[in-house]
């Protein structure tokens, strides 16, 4: 399984500062030592024509000079430097170059990724450009070059977004608000961040505390929803380890147990359909950061499961 990486990317945050940024480099050492079924490959950069599909210009370049607002920089939670440019293009890179390796392989993904709090001309909560927003977009004008056997144009590829962090993805929901060949789902805690919410195409808003049991139950009945209501051709999963009871920001209450079992849930769901799988990691700020990383490598192990099978489906094709 390929896994895209952009962790020697640093940003010099200030001390104190509580974004988990070693959990990056970490995840792949013990991917690396635990997981050898597993690829690593540096994540590209991704170019301004790709992130103009998503993001304003003044927004791209202001990133990019660093001549933005300070405010700007502050509710994106980083303070602006080359690193932090940089590190925003592989992030989105990665989830591109993920993409296209899981629409031949089944599934691969991304160490990182999942900056869901970033809209078309702002970021916000650590987010600062929108990679599955970015990665929808480009697979589906890639797959617009694309013609059937008799010359025709296919139809459009449709995309599903299962945002599973805890934070409710509503950068995502806001670019997607008008577009039906993007399905938006987030499950989420209903009173944490971000306060404002944007209507997703699905939304599930869960009580502080929840549990193993409702949560699983919640997640079944979404994706039958989502099944009910939209045919995917691609699923970008967004498997956050912040709704683990370890976590500080999460405020819910799933269990290890109960995170493998929803991973299983989601990649059981794609499987079932023969729908390739992008995976991105999302939030993840545990009081001990071995325990995200852990919940993060345990989503890893479980993914590897299921893109092993498609490899054996493609080995009997061939």
């Not at 020697?8 to 050898?36: C, I, N, Q, T, W």
């Not at 949560?215 to 995917?232: S, T």
Request: proline share 5%; aromatic share 8%.
């Amino acid at each position: 399984m390929q896994a895209f990486y952009a962790d020697h990317f640093v940003l010099p945050l200030p001390e104190g500062h509580r974004f988990p940024m070693r959990k990056y480099s970490r995840l792949r050492d013990r991917l690396a030592a635990e997981l050898p079924g597993v690829r690593f490959a540096e994540a590209p950069a991704a170019s301004d024509g790709e992130l103009a599909l998503v993001h304003t210009p003044a927004y791209i370049q202001g990133i990019e000079q660093g001549h933005l607002d300070a405010s700007v920089y502050r509710e994106i939670g980083f303070p602006w430097s080359p690193a932090m440019a940089a590190r925003a293009r592989r992030s989105v890179g990665a989830t591109v170059a993920a993409a296209r390796v899981a629409l031949s392989e089944g599934l691969a993904g991304n160490l990182a990724g999942g900056t869901h709090h970033a809209y078309a001309d702002k970021g916000g909560g650590f987010c600062v450009f929108n990679d599955i927003a970015v990665t929808a977009r480009l697979m589906q004008a890639e797959a617009g070059r694309e013609r059937d056997p008799r010359g025709h144009r296919r139809a459009p590829m449709q995309v599903a977004v299962v945002d599973l962090d805890v934070h409710q993805g509503n950068g995502t929901a806001r670019i997607f608000a008008h577009d039906p060949s993007v399905f938006t789902l987030s499950l989420h805690g209903e009173k944490n961040f971000p306060f404002r919410k944007e209507p997703s195409d699905l939304d599930v808003g869960l009580p502080d505390g929840c549990t193993d049991e409702p949560y699983l139950q919640a997640l079944h009945q979404a994706l039958a929803e989502l099944q009910g209501r939209f045919a995917p051709d691609l699923v970008i999963y967004l498997a956050g380890a912040d709704a683990h009871e370890g976590d500080r920001l999460g405020r819910l209450k799933l269990s290890l147990d109960g995170m493998a079992v929803r991973d299983r849930v989601v990649f059981d769901w794609a499987w079932q359909r023969r729908l390739p799988v992008v995976l991105c990691m999302g939030g993840g700020y545990g009081h001990d950061i071995e325990t995200t990383v852990s919940v993060q490598v345990q989503t890893w192990r479980i993914a590897l499961e299921y893109q092993q099978r498609w490899q054996a489906l493609a080995a009997r094709r061939a």
